[in-house]
């Protein structure tokens, strides 16, 4: 590797100050630290340092993403093929196929759009590139329905990636989801491409891979539990409570798989990257509200099936764990924890215009979290001070 | 019985190179250096010239806000230079030794008949009052104060720390005198290790003992008094090195300054880590000649990893130190796809990488700081190795943005730099934490001073 780190150290000057490429500072910068660890030493403090640092940090989060990346662009293949008919004879691999040629061009533009405004942001600030919207960049087009246009999309990249994050000074001082804000957006702003039953499910041949179904529609399972009757899938047959696991479902695209899902769950409480505690309050939550709202539920389905349909899962185990935008003490984790679990039900149960609630009931705990963390201190603060007159 | 005290919260750094209980003979140094920085927040007043004669206890300089602080040639000899840096700030000033450490004569007394007011004046006039250092602020103590307590942690836990207990023996009887100097001022709380066996710590007089179990910090001065009585907005507790508390017995049992330290060099790059008496301020050539690796380009650093400064072998051993550390600066200068290569060498607490299988294993870590400086990203990072009733996260927000009401709601009297110093290491936004908390000390103490 010496001659590639070599060659870098050759062409750095030109991208320091006064080189003639320095308007490409922060993009030199930004490969030069992925490349290769920066070789910069402590000059205060301490002397040594753990080996840890936010890249390793964000690349876990998307190495826990893939089960369920791969898992949903199978599941889009295998949902057109339901939708046209042809599950029987088309194998597993070009419903993979055929599933990642549609997320392809749908991951790119996320990430195009959303790291070249930072790339422009870090240039402009003369900043190091930080590496958050790795995992928004990969987020979003997992939270997003099939059938989602590109450039929709792209503007909801470009208004969350401003608007929620840099506005407010870049990864770790947003206040909200980065990734949920361009939900949201693209909920409010185009709730035709996000609601509904024509986007759930691919319905366009790609590169002579999948069919094209003319007038195809499929409700999501909870917009059918919404409208009182049992959920269904693609072909109108029952969706099981294995359907249910394994994510094969209309859906988001990475949210439909319960199992592909844990995966990931078990990599970021393992490497400690994600809190249990907030991760399982979520799912306290969500089970309280459930009993309390026991005779309210819809028939349709056993209520313990909420848990496992939509987002709740997805949701709770990468969107909830965010560590900038959640609860950061942990008296506060089970707080924000709980809430989330507990109003995505109150959502979904009381409310009728919304079948899905876990994206709402993110957003409103990230606004809340910086008070409940607020209380959990603010006792610690009370302490001290009664401390104080006590000794007076 | 002592009280006993655990702690949960804190972590042990495995490293390569502690020092074995033994005494390494090395030749005395010729220069001996006396650095202001050193004595946290002092303004010097320089008051010898190059050529001056100097005894061991003969000011070298003094604060100029109180010129009766003085801070005293550890050797005997004469000064060949004052040391300017920018803005002509004394950065040291030298002194060449004859060899002979000869010592300014005082009266040897019997300090337990003392009043507090003498012991103050007597350790003033000897230059031992500038190792008195203050919580709020951890800065050098202003002898006109009336502290609530002493504190003296006899142990260090940081890593590859010294063994006070070798520095104590066949001083025993000099601790045991100045810690009844200190008790004349102000009760002293005596902060032992579990580990501790000697007679000397477990039954020492005039003081109240607490023993500490658990990971560093448990020996940090500042995580034993927040664990026994924490300091309270308008309190000032003062402490004092285990090593210093010698100094003083010896100026009461012998009427002699004496200095002369047991110094542990230690250190990955160091062929036979072990101890060795030292004079403080010596030049540490002497010291690590011919004693280290010469594979990689090397950091020599005058204190311990976690919070001492890098310096050279020409520098000086710091008024405070009883280390000299030496790690490789930069061990692979071309660590490729550091993010996604599972590093199997490295030491991490996070579980991302493998250190975690080998619990024993002993590591070289080098100075890279590993990863760019980010804004705080993860939480309770700080939490798991910060075991003070404290917030830290909180606190250095505080810090950050300049918020003084919330800095003194969060807890800032209670703590000192070296405190942060293990959340600095683990910190994955690579923050300098120490550097922070001290700004934000200094800001707090301009403003209420």
Redesign the interface.
């Known amino acids: 590797?010496?001659f590639?780190?070599n060659y870098i150290d050759k062409i750095k000057p030109n991208f320091e100050e006064g080189g003639k490429l320095h308007a490409f500072r922060s993009l030199f910068d930004g490969f030069e630290?992925?490349?290769?660890?920066?070789?910069?030493?402590?000059?205060?403090?301490?002397?040594?340092?753990?080996?840890?640092?936010?890249?390793?940090?964000?690349?876990?989060v998307v190495i826990a993403l893939m089960p369920a990346m791969l898992v949903g662009m199978y599941n889009i293949g295998l949902q057109n093929a339901i939708a046209a008919g042809t599950v029987e004879t088309t194998t597993w691999f070009s419903m993979f196929l055929y599933g990642l040629l549609v997320m392809l061009p749908k991951i790119a533009v996320s990430y195009i759009v959303g790291l070249g405004i930072e790339f422009t942001v870090a240039q402009w600030k003369n900043e190091?590139i930080?590496?958050?919207f790795l995992v928004s960049g990969i987020l979003i087009p997992m939270i997003v329905p099939v059938g989602c246009p590109l450039w929709i999309l792209a503007l909801a990249t470009a208004f969350a990636v401003i608007f929620a994050k840099e506005v407010f000074?870049?990864?770790?001082?947003n206040i909200v989801n980065v990734a949920l804000i361009a939900r949201a957006f693209i909920f409010f702003a185009y709730p035709s491409v996000i609601s509904g039953d024509t986007v759930w499910v691919a319905t366009e041949s790609i590169c002579g891979l999948g069919a094209t179904v003319d007038g195809y529609t499929c409700a999501t399972a909870l917009q059918h539990v919404a409208n009182g009757v049992a959920p269904v899938g693609a072909a109108g047959a029952e969706l099981g409570v294995c359907d249910m696991l394994f994510g094969f479902m209309p859906g988001s695209i990475g949210e439909t798989s319960v199992v592909a899902i844990a995966l990931g769950a078990i990599l970021l409480l393992?490497?400690?990257?994600a809190?249990w505690k907030t991760m399982l309050s979520v799912f306290v939550g969500g089970v309280v509200m459930l009993f309390v709202f026991g005779d309210k539920l819809p028939e349709s389905i056993p209520f313990w099936h909420h848990l496992l349909l939509g987002g709740f899962c997805f949701g709770a185990v990468f969107m909830a764990t965010d560590?900038?935008t959640?609860a950061?003490?942990?008296v506060g984790k089970y707080i924000y924890g709980f809430g989330i679990g507990a109003m995505t039900i109150l959502i979904r149960v009381l409310n009728p215009g919304y079948p899905e609630g876990m994206m709402l009931a993110i957003l409103l705990m990230n606004v809340t979290a910086p008070f409940i963390?607020y209380c959990v201190?603010q006792s610690?603060?009370n302490?001290?001070?009664k401390?104080?007159t006590k000794?007076n | 019985m002592h009280r006993v005290v655990k702690i949960s919260k804190g972590l042990n750094?495995n490293?390569k190179g502690a020092p074995v209980a033994e005494m390494t003979s090395v030749e005395a140094a010729k220069l001996y250096a006396l650095m202001p920085a050193d004595f946290t927040r002092v303004t010097p007043k320089v008051v010898v010239k190059p050529e001056d004669a100097v005894k061991a206890g003969d000011p070298l300089f003094v604060d100029k806000a109180n010129p009766e602080m003085q801070f005293v040639s550890p050797v005997s000899g004469k000064v060949v230079a004052v040391n300017r840096g920018e803005r002509r700030r004394v950065l040291s000033v030298v002194v060449e030794s004859d060899g002979k450490f000869e010592s300014v004569e005082y009266k040897a007394k019997d300090v337990l008949s003392l009043s507090s007011d003498e012991v103050k004046a007597d350790l003033l006039k000897a230059g031992l009052f500038a190792f008195m250092r203050q919580r709020p602020y951890d800065v050098i103590a202003n002898p006109s104060d009336t502290p609530r307590a002493i504190y003296v942690s006899a142990f260090d836990s940081k890593p590859l720390a010294v063994n006070f207990e070798i520095a104590l023996k066949g001083n025993e009887e000099d601790f045991q005198t100045g810690l009844d100097a200190l008790s004349r001022i102000a009760p002293v709380h005596l902060g032992i290790c579990a580990c501790q066996k000697s007679t000397a710590l477990l039954v020492a007089k005039n003081v109240t003992t607490t023993i500490f179990k658990g990971p560093h910090p448990a020996g940090n001065v500042g995580v034993q008094i927040n664990k026994t009585a924490?300091v309270?907005?308008?309190e000032i507790v003062w402490t004092i090195g285990a090593e210093e508390v010698i100094f003083i017995g010896r100026l009461f049992n012998k009427g002699k300054v004496d200095f002369t330290r047991t110094v542990a060099l230690a250190g990955s790059e160091v062929k036979n880590p072990s101890y060795s008496k030292v004079v403080l301020g010596a030049q540490i050539s002497t010291l690590v000649e011919g004693r280290l690796e010469d594979k990689n380009e090397l950091?020599i650093?005058d204190g311990n990893?976690?919070?001492?400064k890098?310096t050279a072998a020409d520098g000086f051993l710091g008024a405070f130190s009883t280390e000299i550390?030496v790690?490789p600066?930069?061990l692979n200068?071309?660590?490729?796809?550091?993010?996604?290569a599972p590093?199997f060498g490295?030491?991490?607490?996070?579980?991302?990488?493998f250190s975690w299988l080998f619990p024993k294993r002993k590591y070289t870590?080098?100075?890279?700081?590993?990863?760019?400086?980010?804004?705080?990203?993860?939480?309770?990072e700080y939490?798991k190795v910060f075991p003070m009733?404290?917030?830290p996260?909180?606190l250095i927000k505080a810090i950050i943005t300049g918020n003084i009401d919330k800095m003194e709601?969060?807890?800032i009297y209670e703590v000192a730099?070296e405190d942060f110093?293990l959340c600095?290491?683990?910190?994955?936004?690579?923050l300098?934490?120490?550097?922070i908390v001290r700004e934000g000390l200094d800001k707090l103490r301009a403003e209420m001073c």
């Open positions: 590797m010496k590639l780190r630290t992925f490349l290769f660890v920066p070789n910069d030493t402590a000059k205060s403090g301490v002397n040594i340092h753990d080996a840890i640092d936010s890249k390793r940090i964000m690349s876990l190091e930080h590496e958050g000074g870049g990864t770790g001082m393992w490497t400690g990257v809190s560590p900038v959640s950061r003490t942990e963390d201190v610690n603060v302490a001290r001070a401390r104080l000794k | 750094i490293l924490p309270n907005k308008g950091r650093i990893v976690l919070t001492g890098k550390t790690i600066e930069i200068d071309a660590d490729i796809l550091g993010w996604a590093r490295m030491y991490s607490t996070s579980r991302s990488y870590i080098d100075a890279r700081i590993k990863g760019g400086e980010r804004h705080m990203i993860m939480s309770n939490d009733d404290i917030y996260e909180y709601q969060l807890g730099p110093a600095e290491f683990v910190d994955s936004s690579k300098e934490l120490q550097r």
